[in-house]
């Protein structure tokens, strides 16, 4: 997996690249951005969000139940000083569901790849690497 982010013309905006799709992030107003997109620590929640909710949609198909509609909130704390970063995640389930798929269903949403990933070691390899500033960007140096 591959995500590219790139300049725009704007203050903080990125485009991003993720196979043939685009994403726009930007800052909010108050951190000097446009707010033309979220914030790459926004996208954590929304990645969590999201990856927690197709997780037990596909749990869910793979048993043949029909949960009906699934909501999932993410609440996102980034750490700080003597405090780690903090997610809170509520499911919301329909109500008839019986307790044993619940029980599961909240079993299987802690092991979406996302929480997996945020749970776990985590390393990081950085480089850098300079090259030319392209054509489209050299209206922008100097």
Known sequence: MKATARR???TFQHVVQVRDHQVLVDEPLE???EDAGPD????LAVSLASCTAITIE???ARKGWDIGHV???VQY???????PTRFDLVLRLPDDLPPEQVERLQVIAA???VHRALDGEVMFNERIE???VPESASSRVG
Do not use: H, I, N
């Not at 704390?77 to 405090?83: A, F, N």
């Open 8 to 10: 725009t013309d704007t």
């Open 77 to 83: 704390s980034p750490s700080e000083r003597g405090c």
């Open 40 to 43: 790459p620590q926004e996208l």
């Open 130 to 132: 300079l090259v030319g």
């Open 58 to 60: 596909m749990y869910a």
């Open 71 to 73: 909501e999932v909130d």
């Open 111 to 113: 092991k979406c790849p």
């Open 31 to 33: 951190s000097g951005g």
